[in-house]
């Protein structure tokens, strides 16, 4: 029975012809995988949004203080955080989709025990009992919530291998990065309906619930990687070479046991994976202060159905915006360090008008520039976490190994999250004692530092070493 070591056909040009066409012949299960992946990240959203969509509901009706639920936040963010690291690296270790399916089965059962919580009334019976435990459910709920990007992003460099994918995995990964965007909206239009017809609000919760669970069995059919179709990729064949070398070196008893997963210390080796960490937390800082901070800003100037309004503007600009980034990176030749440091430019010079004018702006204005930053800002954020990522684990010092992609993610993604967590620390205290515009300099200030770290990769973008010193530097990499 063929494996991914297994030679389809002689070896030689025939040999990865051959392996293309397969791969080609398979595009139902690109496809397939394209759509179960972006519809576990969808799920994520869907049910982490419907629980802040009815918060107002766990408030007056079941009784959660504002504390409390200020808490769950909190202490979701915290796992959250934590999880990516430790998922990306169980997805390079374990079956990629057995850990995605874990992830949606473990997010359905805590929002039904949530339910549970809220039909049973543990609040009512003991005060201490209900807080602690939606508390701890909420806490699990972030690790589970985790799955969804690095090991997505993990299955989809799999499958986008050849050639052709590679050339546009910007536009690739940008279309894919919707389904964050696309999973808060369905949640709203959830609740909404949910409400308008009268049901009770735990139906929003328990809706997710079951849609998540539901899309775990169709996880659970996925095929992570094209090798286990014994279609040997560019990754597998590689590894093959390094292997007949090892073998030529140290004799035939070299066995083959497959692909390690890189470790944390290695992946954080590979050119760039620290630096794009750290940027990504200062580009996440921007986009949770807009995201959270927007709706309470805007409520001083206009009443809330305008305020709302408006915020929501930047929302939509950030869907397009990893496309935007993605599509445009691609017709650069993969140069996404140098598009990204242009758009946060652009960021830099609205957040300087936000700083000088943000208390005069009338509501057009306002909505405009939120629609044109909610492109900036969404289009770097989108970009790293997918495209970039993918680019990182393609070095040449890991190549042939197709177990780091998930790492990699999961550790920018992860200090990503605990960097703009610490950060909004800031946020009240700033506004609070010296106004709005020293909140706009703070960001200015994040928007810089991210750019400044990929200082060297838009350097080494724009004035690439020759080539032969280039092709030198990947064969001792290797």
């Not at 900036?376 to 190994?401: C, E, F, Q, W, Y």
């Not at 967590?421 to 200030?445: C, I, K, N, R, T």
């Not at 991210?450 to 020759?466: C, Q, V």
Request: with cysteine; hydrophobic share 50%; glycine share 12%.
């Amino acid at each position: 029975m063929a494996n991914e070591t297994t030679s389809l056909v002689k070896n030689g040009k025939s040999d990865d012809e051959e392996n293309l066409r397969r791969l080609k012949g398979y595009q139902w299960c690109v496809r397939w995988a394209f759509m179960v992946t972006f519809g576990g990240y969808f799920m994520a959203h869907f049910s982490r949004k419907c629980y802040s969509t009815v918060k107002q509901q766990l408030e007056k009706q079941a009784g959660y203080s504002p504390l409390i639920l200020s808490e769950m936040d909190t202490v979701f963010m915290g796992t959250y955080a934590a999880g990516n690291i430790i998922s990306g690296k169980l997805g390079d270790t374990f079956n990629p989709t057995t850990v995605l399916a874990i992830g949606l089965f473990g997010s359905g059962i805590c929002l039904f025990l949530i339910n549970v919580s809220l039909w049973y009334d543990f609040l009512g019976f003991s005060v201490t009992l209900g807080n602690f435990f939606i508390i701890a459910v909420y806490f699990l709920f972030g690790f589970f919530q985790s799955t969804g990007g690095p090991v997505g992003t993990a299955v989809m460099g799999n499958w986008f291998c050849d050639k052709k994918s590679i050339e546009n995995r910007g536009l690739i990964f940008g279309l894919w990065t919707c389904h964050q965007y696309m999973g808060d909206i369905t949640a709203a239009v959830c609740t909404a309906i949910v409400l308008g017809v009268g049901a009770s609000y735990w139906w929003a919760l328990f809706i997710p619930a079951v849609c998540n669970c539901a899309w775990a069995f169709l996880t659970m059919r996925l095929i992570a990687d094209p090798a286990d179709m014994g279609i040997i990729t560019p990754e597998v064949r590689i590894r093959m070479e390094k292997l007949a070398a090892k073998r030529a070196e140290e004799g035939a008893h070299v066995v083959d046991e497959g692909p390690a997963p890189i470790t944390y210390a290695n992946a954080l080796r590979i050119p760039m994976v620290a630096q794009y960490a750290f940027a990504f937390g200062f580009f996440k800082l921007t986009n949770y202060v807009l995201f959270f901070w927007l709706p309470y800003f805007l409520g001083k100037h206009f009443d809330p159905v305008t305020a709302n309004l408006i915020a929501s503007l930047y929302s939509v600009g950030m869907m397009p915006g990893g496309i935007i980034v993605g599509y445009v990176s691609d017709l650069f030749g993969g140069r996404r360090a140098s598009v990204i440091g242009t758009f946060m430019g652009a960021l830099f010079v609205f957040l300087f008008i936000f700083s000088q004018k943000s208390e005069e702006l009338t509501a057009i204005p306002l909505l405009i520039m939120l629609g044109i930053m909610g492109i900036l800002v969404g289009g770097p954020n989108n970009i790293i976490t997918s495209a970039v990522a993918a680019d990182l684990a393609s070095h040449p010092s890991v190549r042939g190994n197709n177990k780091s992609l998930g790492t990699v993610t999961g550790l920018i993604n992860g200090c990503g999250a605990v960097t703009a967590s610490v950060g909004l620390l800031a946020v009240g205290p700033l506004q609070a004692s010296f106004g709005w515009g020293s909140v706009w300099l703070f960001l200015m200030g994040c928007t810089f530092m991210g750019t400044l770290l990929l200082g060297s990769k838009i350097k080494d973008e724009l004035y690439p070493a020759p080539v032969g010193y280039a092709e030198v530097e990947a064969n001792l990499a290797v």
